[in-house]
Protein backbone atom coordinates (compact mmCIF):
# COMPACT_ATOMS: atom_id res chain seq x y z
CA UNK A 1 0.00 0.00 0.00
CA UNK A 2 1.24 3.53 -0.91
CA UNK A 3 1.89 5.95 1.97
CA UNK A 4 -0.86 8.14 0.47
CA UNK A 5 -3.34 4.46 1.75
CA UNK A 6 -1.69 4.54 5.38
CA UNK A 7 -2.38 8.34 5.85
CA UNK A 8 -6.17 7.42 4.86
CA UNK A 9 -6.28 5.52 7.81
CA UNK A 10 -6.04 8.60 10.18
CA UNK A 11 -9.71 9.50 8.41
CA UNK A 12 -12.92 9.13 9.32
CA UNK A 13 -14.87 5.87 7.55
CA UNK A 14 -17.51 8.13 6.00
CA UNK A 15 -15.17 10.75 4.53
CA UNK A 16 -13.12 7.46 3.04
CA UNK A 17 -16.56 6.48 1.81
CA UNK A 18 -17.33 10.33 0.67
CA UNK A 19 -14.36 9.85 -1.44
CA UNK A 20 -15.34 7.02 -2.99
CA UNK A 21 -18.60 8.69 -3.99
CA UNK A 22 -16.62 11.53 -5.66
CA UNK A 23 -14.17 9.82 -7.43
CA UNK A 24 -17.37 9.08 -9.64
CA UNK A 25 -18.39 5.49 -7.89
CA UNK A 26 -21.69 4.90 -7.08
CA UNK A 27 -22.98 4.71 -3.46
CA UNK A 28 -22.94 0.74 -4.28
CA UNK A 29 -19.85 0.49 -6.27
CA UNK A 30 -20.69 -2.26 -8.36
CA UNK A 31 -18.20 -3.02 -10.83
CA UNK A 32 -16.04 -1.72 -8.81
CA UNK A 33 -13.23 -4.81 -7.07
CA UNK A 34 -12.81 -3.99 -3.59
CA UNK A 35 -11.51 -7.64 -2.62
CA UNK A 36 -10.72 -10.25 -4.97
CA UNK A 37 -8.98 -13.73 -4.52
CA UNK A 38 -8.13 -15.81 -6.87
CA UNK A 39 -6.38 -19.32 -5.79
CA UNK A 40 -6.34 -19.59 -2.38
CA UNK A 41 -5.10 -22.19 -0.90
CA UNK A 42 -4.35 -22.74 3.15
CA UNK A 43 -4.05 -24.90 6.09
CA UNK A 44 -2.93 -26.23 8.84
CA UNK A 45 -0.01 -28.67 9.34
CA UNK A 46 -1.48 -30.97 6.54
CA UNK A 47 -4.70 -30.15 6.50
CA UNK A 48 -5.76 -28.48 3.77
CA UNK A 49 -8.86 -26.34 4.42
CA UNK A 50 -8.79 -23.82 1.74
CA UNK A 51 -8.67 -25.10 -1.87
CA UNK A 52 -8.28 -22.70 -4.62
CA UNK A 53 -10.30 -20.16 -3.35
CA UNK A 54 -11.72 -17.78 -6.16
CA UNK A 55 -13.93 -14.82 -4.58
CA UNK A 56 -14.63 -11.49 -5.24
CA UNK A 57 -16.28 -8.58 -3.10
CA UNK A 58 -17.36 -5.30 -4.89
CA UNK A 59 -17.45 -2.28 -3.06
CA UNK A 60 -20.34 -1.37 -1.25
CA UNK A 61 -21.72 -5.16 -1.48
CA UNK A 62 -22.58 -7.28 1.24
CA UNK A 63 -21.32 -11.22 0.53
CA UNK A 64 -21.69 -14.04 2.44
CA UNK A 65 -20.23 -17.35 2.49
CA UNK A 66 -22.16 -20.23 4.08
CA UNK A 67 -20.88 -23.35 4.96
CA UNK A 68 -21.35 -26.18 7.32
CA UNK A 69 -19.21 -26.33 10.45
CA UNK A 70 -15.88 -27.52 9.44
CA UNK A 71 -15.88 -25.71 5.47
CA UNK A 72 -13.17 -23.55 6.04
CA UNK A 73 -15.36 -19.79 7.04
CA UNK A 74 -12.95 -18.91 9.56
CA UNK A 75 -9.92 -20.05 8.02
CA UNK A 76 -10.89 -18.08 5.34
CA UNK A 77 -11.69 -15.00 7.32
CA UNK A 78 -8.67 -15.28 9.17
CA UNK A 79 -5.98 -15.84 6.06
CA UNK A 80 -7.94 -12.59 4.55
CA UNK A 81 -7.26 -10.42 7.57
CA UNK A 82 -3.72 -11.37 7.95
CA UNK A 83 -4.18 -14.14 11.10
CA UNK A 84 -3.06 -16.79 8.71
CA UNK A 85 -0.59 -16.79 5.76
CA UNK A 86 -1.52 -18.76 2.73
CA UNK A 87 0.15 -21.59 1.23
CA UNK A 88 -1.11 -20.21 -2.38
CA UNK A 89 -2.83 -18.06 -3.98
CA UNK A 90 -2.98 -14.14 -4.14
CA UNK A 91 -5.38 -11.63 -2.08
CA UNK A 92 -5.68 -7.87 -3.33
CA UNK A 93 -7.44 -5.43 -1.88
CA UNK A 94 -8.54 -2.32 -3.45
CA UNK A 95 -6.26 -3.48 -6.08
CA UNK A 96 -3.38 -4.30 -4.07
CA UNK A 97 -1.60 -7.86 -3.44
CA UNK A 98 -1.81 -8.13 0.17
CA UNK A 99 -0.67 -11.78 0.70
CA UNK A 100 1.41 -12.23 4.43
CA UNK A 101 1.04 -8.51 5.26
CA UNK A 102 0.43 -8.36 8.79
CA UNK A 103 -3.49 -8.20 10.59
CA UNK A 104 -2.62 -4.92 12.52
CA UNK A 105 -1.42 -2.97 9.16
CA UNK A 106 -4.27 -4.90 7.13
CA UNK A 107 -6.31 -3.32 9.71
CA UNK A 108 -4.81 0.36 9.25
CA UNK A 109 -5.75 -0.08 5.85
CA UNK A 110 -9.30 -0.64 6.09
CA UNK A 111 -9.96 -4.79 6.43
CA UNK A 112 -10.89 -5.21 9.48
CA UNK A 113 -12.25 -8.90 11.52
CA UNK A 114 -15.20 -9.13 14.07
CA UNK A 115 -13.69 -12.91 14.88
CA UNK A 116 -16.15 -15.93 15.57
CA UNK A 117 -17.40 -14.92 19.45
CA UNK A 118 -17.50 -11.47 18.92
CA UNK A 119 -14.36 -10.39 21.84
CA UNK A 120 -15.97 -8.11 23.15
CA UNK A 121 -14.68 -6.93 27.05
CA UNK A 122 -17.50 -7.98 28.70
CA UNK A 123 -16.68 -5.97 32.33
CA UNK A 124 -16.13 -2.93 30.48
CA UNK A 125 -18.66 -0.38 29.62
CA UNK A 126 -20.12 -0.06 25.95
CA UNK A 127 -18.38 3.27 26.10
CA UNK A 128 -15.29 1.93 26.81
CA UNK A 129 -15.75 -0.84 24.24
CA UNK A 130 -16.38 1.72 21.94
CA UNK A 131 -13.21 3.67 22.53
CA UNK A 132 -11.19 0.86 22.01
CA UNK A 133 -12.50 1.03 18.67
CA UNK A 134 -11.13 4.51 18.19
CA UNK A 135 -8.24 4.12 19.96
CA UNK A 136 -5.19 5.27 17.98
CA UNK A 137 -7.14 7.59 15.82
CA UNK A 138 -5.57 10.84 15.87
CA UNK A 139 -8.97 12.75 14.07
CA UNK A 140 -10.76 13.11 17.76
CA UNK A 141 -13.59 15.41 16.50
CA UNK A 142 -13.89 13.32 13.26
CA UNK A 143 -13.85 10.17 15.77
CA UNK A 144 -16.72 11.94 17.81
CA UNK A 145 -18.76 12.23 14.17
CA UNK A 146 -18.12 8.55 13.69
CA UNK A 147 -19.27 7.54 17.25
CA UNK A 148 -22.61 9.70 16.56
CA UNK A 149 -22.76 7.77 13.50
CA UNK A 150 -22.31 4.06 14.87
CA UNK A 151 -24.85 5.05 18.13
CA UNK A 152 -27.47 5.86 15.01
CA UNK A 153 -27.16 2.85 13.38
CA UNK A 154 -26.94 0.69 16.90
CA UNK A 155 -29.94 2.80 19.03
CA UNK A 156 -29.47 0.42 21.73
CA UNK A 157 -26.12 0.99 22.74
CA UNK A 158 -26.55 4.46 22.80
CA UNK A 159 -29.72 3.52 25.71
CA UNK A 160 -26.83 1.52 27.21
CA UNK A 161 -23.91 3.46 26.93
CA UNK A 162 -22.97 3.63 30.46
CA UNK A 163 -23.73 0.12 30.92
CA UNK A 164 -21.46 -2.82 31.50
CA UNK A 165 -20.96 -4.90 28.01
CA UNK A 166 -21.49 -8.20 29.34
CA UNK A 167 -24.84 -7.41 31.02
CA UNK A 168 -25.73 -6.86 27.05
CA UNK A 169 -27.87 -9.83 25.19
CA UNK A 170 -26.04 -11.43 22.58
CA UNK A 171 -27.45 -9.78 19.80
CA UNK A 172 -26.74 -6.40 21.51
CA UNK A 173 -23.11 -7.77 22.10
CA UNK A 174 -23.03 -8.63 18.68
CA UNK A 175 -24.13 -4.98 17.54
CA UNK A 176 -21.09 -3.69 19.96
CA UNK A 177 -18.72 -5.95 18.46
CA UNK A 178 -19.42 -4.37 14.68
CA UNK A 179 -20.00 -0.66 15.92
CA UNK A 180 -16.37 -0.95 17.42
CA UNK A 181 -14.99 -2.44 14.21
CA UNK A 182 -17.02 0.66 12.23
CA UNK A 183 -14.88 2.51 14.57
CA UNK A 184 -11.93 1.47 13.28
CA UNK A 185 -12.45 3.03 9.70
CA UNK A 186 -13.06 -0.20 7.95
CA UNK A 187 -13.25 -0.21 3.79
CA UNK A 188 -14.11 -3.87 3.94
CA UNK A 189 -15.81 -5.00 7.46
CA UNK A 190 -15.72 -9.05 7.87
CA UNK A 191 -18.47 -10.88 10.36
CA UNK A 192 -17.21 -14.72 11.48
CA UNK A 193 -21.02 -16.42 12.29
CA UNK A 194 -22.84 -12.89 13.08
CA UNK A 195 -26.28 -14.49 14.16
CA UNK A 196 -24.29 -17.67 16.03
CA UNK A 197 -25.74 -18.47 19.21
CA UNK A 198 -28.91 -15.94 18.80
CA UNK A 199 -32.66 -16.67 19.02
CA UNK A 200 -34.44 -16.04 15.16
CA UNK A 201 -35.65 -12.39 16.00
CA UNK A 202 -32.15 -11.45 16.85
CA UNK A 203 -30.10 -12.72 14.05
CA UNK A 204 -33.36 -9.83 12.45
CA UNK A 205 -32.18 -7.44 14.25
CA UNK A 206 -28.60 -7.77 13.78
CA UNK A 207 -29.09 -8.20 9.88
CA UNK A 208 -31.45 -4.86 9.70
CA UNK A 209 -28.74 -2.95 11.50
CA UNK A 210 -26.05 -4.42 8.99
CA UNK A 211 -28.22 -4.05 5.96
CA UNK A 212 -29.08 -0.36 7.36
CA UNK A 213 -25.46 0.26 7.61
CA UNK A 214 -24.88 -0.82 3.92
CA UNK A 215 -27.53 1.26 2.72
CA UNK A 216 -26.03 4.45 5.02
CA UNK A 217 -22.52 4.42 4.23
CA UNK A 218 -21.96 1.92 1.28
CA UNK A 219 -19.54 0.41 3.15
CA UNK A 220 -18.87 -3.34 2.37
CA UNK A 221 -19.52 -6.33 4.04
CA UNK A 222 -18.18 -9.72 3.65
CA UNK A 223 -19.64 -12.17 6.56
CA UNK A 224 -19.81 -15.57 6.88
CA UNK A 225 -22.93 -18.13 7.90
CA UNK A 226 -23.53 -21.81 8.61
CA UNK A 227 -27.33 -21.16 7.78
CA UNK A 228 -28.25 -19.60 4.61
CA UNK A 229 -31.88 -19.30 6.30
CA UNK A 230 -32.14 -15.02 6.01
CA UNK A 231 -29.11 -14.45 3.91
CA UNK A 232 -31.11 -13.84 0.38
CA UNK A 233 -32.97 -10.27 1.68
CA UNK A 234 -29.62 -9.20 2.67
CA UNK A 235 -26.85 -10.24 0.55
CA UNK A 236 -25.78 -9.09 -3.42
CA UNK A 237 -23.65 -12.24 -3.94
CA UNK A 238 -23.70 -15.61 -1.76
CA UNK A 239 -20.78 -17.97 -2.24
CA UNK A 240 -21.18 -21.60 -0.92
CA UNK A 241 -18.36 -23.22 0.71
CA UNK A 242 -17.67 -27.05 1.29
CA UNK A 243 -14.70 -28.97 2.26
CA UNK A 244 -12.56 -26.03 1.68
CA UNK A 245 -14.39 -25.00 -2.36
CA UNK A 246 -16.52 -22.76 -3.28
CA UNK A 247 -19.09 -25.12 -5.10
CA UNK A 248 -21.34 -22.55 -5.53
CA UNK A 249 -21.17 -18.36 -6.36
CA UNK A 250 -24.16 -16.28 -7.55
CA UNK A 251 -25.36 -13.18 -7.25
CA UNK A 252 -28.69 -12.90 -5.16
CA UNK A 253 -30.88 -11.70 -8.31
CA UNK A 254 -29.64 -15.38 -9.90
CA UNK A 255 -30.95 -17.00 -6.89
CA UNK A 256 -34.42 -17.76 -7.86
CA UNK A 257 -35.15 -20.37 -5.12
CA UNK A 258 -32.82 -21.15 -1.73
CA UNK A 259 -32.69 -24.52 -2.84
CA UNK A 260 -30.15 -23.78 -5.38
CA UNK A 261 -28.30 -23.13 -2.32
CA UNK A 262 -29.26 -26.47 -0.30
CA UNK A 263 -28.33 -28.09 -3.09
CA UNK A 264 -24.98 -27.02 -3.04
CA UNK A 265 -24.52 -27.17 0.36
CA UNK A 266 -25.54 -30.21 1.21
CA UNK A 267 -24.90 -31.67 -2.47
CA UNK A 268 -28.62 -32.35 -2.91
CA UNK A 269 -32.02 -31.18 -1.98
CA UNK A 270 -33.48 -31.53 1.72
N1 LIG B 1 -6.13 -24.23 14.66
C1 LIG B 1 -6.43 -25.30 13.92
N2 LIG B 1 -5.61 -26.36 13.87
C2 LIG B 1 -5.89 -27.44 13.12
N3 LIG B 1 -7.00 -27.56 12.36
C3 LIG B 1 -7.86 -26.53 12.37
C4 LIG B 1 -7.62 -25.34 13.15
N4 LIG B 1 -8.66 -24.50 12.97
C5 LIG B 1 -9.50 -25.11 12.11
N5 LIG B 1 -9.03 -26.32 11.76
C6 LIG B 1 -9.65 -27.27 10.82
O1 LIG B 1 -9.76 -26.61 9.55
C7 LIG B 1 -11.02 -26.91 8.95
C8 LIG B 1 -11.76 -25.63 8.68
O2 LIG B 1 -12.08 -25.06 9.94
P1 LIG B 1 -12.81 -23.64 10.08
O3 LIG B 1 -12.70 -23.23 11.50
O4 LIG B 1 -12.28 -22.71 9.07
O5 LIG B 1 -14.30 -24.05 9.70
P2 LIG B 1 -15.63 -23.18 9.79
O6 LIG B 1 -16.28 -23.27 8.44
O7 LIG B 1 -15.35 -21.83 10.31
O8 LIG B 1 -16.51 -24.02 10.82
P3 LIG B 1 -17.58 -23.52 11.94
O9 LIG B 1 -18.84 -23.25 11.19
O10 LIG B 1 -17.71 -24.70 12.85
O11 LIG B 1 -17.04 -22.31 12.61
C9 LIG B 1 -11.72 -27.88 9.89
O12 LIG B 1 -11.47 -29.18 9.46
C10 LIG B 1 -11.06 -27.62 11.24
O13 LIG B 1 -11.09 -28.76 12.05
MG1 LIG C 1 -15.92 -20.81 12.00
Known amino acids: MSQEKNEDCGQSAITMISKYRSAGLTMNGRGTSMLKISGLRAGYGRLNALRDIDLEVGKSEIVFVVGPNG ?3 STLLKVVSGLMKPWAGQIEFENEVINGHPPERLCREGLVLVPEGRSIFATLSVEENLALGGMGRKDKSVLQGDLEHVLDTFPILRSRYKGVAGHLSGGEQQQLAIARAILQQPALI ?14 DE ?12 GMTLLVVEQSTARILNLADRVNVLRNG ?8 SEISDRKILEEAYFGYVE
Do not use: Q
Not at 190 to 203: K, Q, T, V, Y
Open 71 to 73: AGK
Open 190 to 203: MIDEPSLGLAPLMI
Open 206 to 217: VYASLKALNEKT
Open 245 to 252: EIVLSRKT
